[in-house]
């Protein structure tokens, strides 16, 4: 057994995210010649990174606490006293992301191999969807913070490219470039952290290594770290979609529904939450930046569930569902609980990928329908997606025993213990909310009379097994896949948070009484079952309540199903100035100084070579005309000056 706290070179670290890499070469390059072998190839090469991933999960287990794979590859900048290596580390924090990334990013990759059977561009769609998951495996592989940039805007180049995948409809190419430029406004702020943490460890260390800034961390001016973490959230407000930078994420819902999955739950959106687990050690250091996490986190929470409820997209439901659930992750990051983050990171990762996969199972079936309004009834048609989908469901609502419970009910406890009474009421509020449109969204997809268009009345079917495996898959890890972390005194208690535990620290917070510690679940599934009450009389005993209720409160119903019209808002203040600004630009610089000094360059020349084009004429006689008058001119001159 290798002793605690080792650095232990592993020499097919490399091999996690070289096979996504080799899949996005092979399929883009050979493309034309593959043939129906890409639905094979595309999620094979990300079965292959996830067998990978756990033989490296393996070796870190079996190596003892505290250990840390890793393995040099090579010197990447070299300059003077700077310098950033590709190194790749593999410690419990990466080794979660890396099994979450690979595990539910290869179902969702099998998955898409029935969703876009039938698209003419799918070997185009599984090249970005493997090059998306090597960007992400960079990402939380890296080990280095310049390496993580690169990783970091390589999800966001693949979230442009997998959003506007259907580039054809304006509205796609649209959504894709908006989720680009958002995250341009926040990437912004991360890089000048990254400079900012750079600038300040002086000469003697310029190396942005996770090691190297651990060491030398505690001995920061306490003001730029909090400059510089606070610029780092700032990315991260950008990359997970919170307040004020998350209005790409719903127009995200344009790209294929697998690729919603993928975005929502493996890849793009948990970066800025892994970023700040990762960085920990820093974060801890600034006070003020963790409590701007914290409320940040806990607003956009409600303040997304609000929206949620009065949705009727099937994907805009779910993608404002993310958008709260990461509120909570940044919540419990906010308050110390690091770990907590972290562990509802990945049972949302299971009941969101089931979530969105679902949703687009039923979607499949109804022809490309996606109002819930137009549906109803299909658990009677597709009894695996509905079942599935219930499970997802019970889970994000935080129904007891469910994968959603135990990691909801943890962050909502400690922010109790840590002192933030506040954040634990807000956040108790939005559970309900979450149970009440979650549940709105079952039962009007599943239950009562289909309601669909006539058109889409003959399609309902449950999907193919290349569909419904990955379902069934998913709903098992929703279900069971919150036993890793029961509460203390329970069974195992928190085994996750134990094994994060030397990366990302223990929760500092006060403990709690037993009987604390019930009365706090037992708000929790009280709000919950609440929600599902609340919902079930609205949609199931009196269906036009919902109907009544809105035109009653008439002025709020439509500023929640206008999302606060917070896209309006930026249109008016910020991108039409800036579009009259550009304009005003345009005109003025553009065309009045840039051309203007092109043109008239090029008139000179015109006029100049005007003049000489009537001197050089090419006639003969014109020429002896010409010497003749000059011979004249000269003698005439020569006389005159004799005489003088």
Same mark, same amino acid.
């Given at each position: 057994m290798e002793g605690d706290g080792q650095i232990i070179p592993f020499e097919l670290l490399f091999l996690i995210p070289a096979f996504p890499l080799l899949g996005f070469v092979l399929v883009l390059g050979l493309r034309e010649r593959l043939g129906r072998a890409v639905s094979v190839i595309a999620p094979g090469v990300v079965g292959l990174a996830f067998l990978a991933a756990a033989a490296a999960f393996y070796r870190l287990v079996s190596a003892g606490p505290g250990a840390v794979l890793t393995q040099h590859l090579y010197t990447w900048i070299s300059a003077g006293d700077f310098s950033a290596n590709i190194t790749l580390r593999f410690d419990p924090l990466s080794a979660v992301m890396a099994l979450v990334v690979t595990g539910v990013g290869f179902l969702i990759h099998v998955y898409s191999a029935g969703y876009m059977g039938h698209d003419e561009c799918k070997p185009r769609y599984f090249a970005y969807l493997n090059l998306f998951t090597f960007a992400m495996l960079l990402l939380v592989l890296a080990d280095d913070l310049l390496l993580l940039f690169v990783g970091w805007e390589g999800v966001g180049l693949c979230s442009y490219l997998l959003i506007g995948f259907w580039f054809e409809k304006e509205e796609n190419a649209s959504a894709g470039k908006k989720a680009f430029i958002v995250n341009r406004v926040g990437d912004a702020g991360f890089v000048l952290g990254l400079l900012l943490l750079l600038w300040s460890l002086g000469a003697e260390r310029m190396s942005l290594g996770v090691g190297a800034l651990k060491e030398i961390a505690p001995s920061l001016d306490a003001g730029t770290v909090t400059v510089a973490t606070l610029l780092l959230f700032i990315g991260a407000t950008g990359k997970s979609a919170q307040l004020p930078l998350y209005v790409w994420l719903p127009d995200a819902m344009a790209g294929p529904t697998p690729v919603s999955a993928l975005i929502h739950a493996a890849t793009m959106v948990t970066a800025g939450i892994y970023m700040i687990a990762r960085l920990s050690f820093l974060f801890a250091l600034a006070p003020i930046t963790l409590a701007v996490v914290a409320w940040i986190g806990i607003s956009t929470a409600l303040f997304a569930a609000t929206i949620a409820v009065a949705q009727n997209d099937i994907k805009k439901v779910l993608a404002y569902s993310t958008i709260s659930q990461l509120g909570y992750m940044f919540a419990s990051l906010g308050v110390g609980a690091f770990s907590s983050g972290i562990f509802h990171l990945m049972t949302h990762a299971f009941f969101k990928a089931l979530l969105f996969l679902g949703a687009g199972s039923v979607i499949h079936a109804l022809g490309g329908e996606q109002d819930i309004r137009r549906m109803g009834g299909l658990r009677e048609y597709m009894p695996v997606t509905f079942w599935t989908f219930l499970i997802a469901t019970l889970a994000i609502s935080g129904m007891p025993l469910l994968s959603g419970f135990f990691s909801k009910d943890q962050i909502l406890e400690r922010a109790f213990a840590s002192?933030?009474? $506040?954040?634990?009421? @807000?956040?108790? /509020?939005?559970?309900? !909310?979450?149970?009440?449109?979650? =549940? #709105? +969204?079952?039962?009007?997809?599943?239950?009562?009379?289909?309601?669909?268009?006539?058109?889409?009345?003959?399609?309902?079917?449950?999907?193919?097994?290349?569909?419904?495996?990955?379902?069934?898959?998913?709903?098992?890890?929703?279900?069971?896949?919150?036993?890793?972390?029961?509460?203390?005194?329970?069974?195992?208690?928190?085994?996750?948070?134990?094994?994060?535990?030397?990366?990302?620290?223990?929760?500092?917070?006060?403990?709690?009484?037993?009987?604390?510690?019930?009365?706090?679940?037992?708000?929790?599934?009280?709000?919950?079952?609440?929600?599902?009450?609340?919902?079930?009389?609205?949609?199931?005993?009196?269906?036009?309540?919902?109907?009544?209720?809105?035109?009653?409160?008439?002025?709020?119903?439509?500023?929640?199903? $206008?999302?606060?019209? @917070?896209?309006? /808002?930026?249109?008016? !203040?910020?991108?039409?100035?800036? =579009? #009259? +600004?550009?304009?005003?630009?345009?005109?003025?610089?553009?065309?009045?100084?840039?051309?203007?000094?092109?043109?008239?360059?090029?008139?000179?020349?015109?006029?100049?070579?005007?003049?000489?084009?009537?001197?050089?004429?090419?006639?003969?006689q014109s020429y002896a005309f010409s010497f003749l008058g000059g011979a004249v001119v000269l003698l005439a001159a020569l006389y005159l000056a004799g005489r003088g």
């Amino acid at each position: 057994m290798e002793g605690d706290g080792q650095i232990i070179p592993f020499e097919l670290l490399f091999l996690i995210p070289a096979f996504p890499l080799l899949g996005f070469v092979l399929v883009l390059g050979l493309r034309e010649r593959l043939g129906r072998a890409v639905s094979v190839i595309a999620p094979g090469v990300v079965g292959l990174a996830f067998l990978a991933a756990a033989a490296a999960f393996y070796r870190l287990v079996s190596a003892g606490p505290g250990a840390v794979l890793t393995q040099h590859l090579y010197t990447w900048i070299s300059a003077g006293d700077f310098s950033a290596n590709i190194t790749l580390r593999f410690d419990p924090l990466s080794a979660v992301m890396a099994l979450v990334v690979t595990g539910v990013g290869f179902l969702i990759h099998v998955y898409s191999a029935g969703y876009m059977g039938h698209d003419e561009c799918k070997p185009r769609y599984f090249a970005y969807l493997n090059l998306f998951t090597f960007a992400m495996l960079l990402l939380v592989l890296a080990d280095d913070l310049l390496l993580l940039f690169v990783g970091w805007e390589g999800v966001g180049l693949c979230s442009y490219l997998l959003i506007g995948f259907w580039f054809e409809k304006e509205e796609n190419a649209s959504a894709g470039k908006k989720a680009f430029i958002v995250n341009r406004v926040g990437d912004a702020g991360f890089v000048l952290g990254l400079l900012l943490l750079l600038w300040s460890l002086g000469a003697e260390r310029m190396s942005l290594g996770v090691g190297a800034l651990k060491e030398i961390a505690p001995s920061l001016d306490a003001g730029t770290v909090t400059v510089a973490t606070l610029l780092l959230f700032i990315g991260a407000t950008g990359k997970s979609a919170q307040l004020p930078l998350y209005v790409w994420l719903p127009d995200a819902m344009a790209g294929p529904t697998p690729v919603s999955a993928l975005i929502h739950a493996a890849t793009m959106v948990t970066a800025g939450i892994y970023m700040i687990a990762r960085l920990s050690f820093l974060f801890a250091l600034a006070p003020i930046t963790l409590a701007v996490v914290a409320w940040i986190g806990i607003s956009t929470a409600l303040f997304a569930a609000t929206i949620a409820v009065a949705q009727n997209d099937i994907k805009k439901v779910l993608a404002y569902s993310t958008i709260s659930q990461l509120g909570y992750m940044f919540a419990s990051l906010g308050v110390g609980a690091f770990s907590s983050g972290i562990f509802h990171l990945m049972t949302h990762a299971f009941f969101k990928a089931l979530l969105f996969l679902g949703a687009g199972s039923v979607i499949h079936a109804l022809g490309g329908e996606q109002d819930i309004r137009r549906m109803g009834g299909l658990r009677e048609y597709m009894p695996v997606t509905f079942w599935t989908f219930l499970i997802a469901t019970l889970a994000i609502s935080g129904m007891p025993l469910l994968s959603g419970f135990f990691s909801k009910d943890q962050i909502l406890e400690r922010a109790f213990a840590s002192g933030h009474i $506040g954040i634990w009421a @807000v956040g108790l /509020a939005a559970a309900g !909310l979450t149970a009440f449109y979650m =549940f #709105r +969204l079952l039962f009007l997809t599943f239950f009562g009379e289909l309601r669909a268009a006539e058109q889409a009345r003959h399609h309902p079917h449950e999907s193919p097994p290349v569909m419904t495996v990955p379902l069934v898959a998913l709903g098992i890890l929703a279900a069971v896949g919150g036993y890793v972390g029961l509460p203390e005194g329970v069974g195992w208690g928190d085994k996750f948070g134990e094994f994060l535990h030397g990366v990302v620290g223990s929760f500092a917070g006060h403990h709690l009484a037993a009987g604390t510690q019930i009365l706090l679940t037992g708000c929790s599934i009280g709000v919950a079952l609440l929600g599902l009450v609340v919902a079930y009389f609205c949609y199931i005993v009196q269906p036009g309540l919902p109907a009544l209720v809105a035109y009653r409160l008439s002025g709020i119903y439509k500023v929640l199903a $206008g999302k606060y019209f @917070v896209d309006e /808002a930026y249109d008016f !203040l910020i991108v039409r100035p800036y =579009f #009259r +600004l550009a304009n005003v630009a345009w005109r003025i610089f553009d065309v009045g100084i840039v051309d203007g000094a092109v043109n008239g360059a090029a008139t000179m020349v015109s006029v100049n070579s005007e003049l000489w084009r009537r001197l050089q004429t090419g006639r003969v006689q014109s020429y002896a005309f010409s010497f003749l008058g000059g011979a004249v001119v000269l003698l005439a001159a020569l006389y005159l000056a004799g005489r003088g």
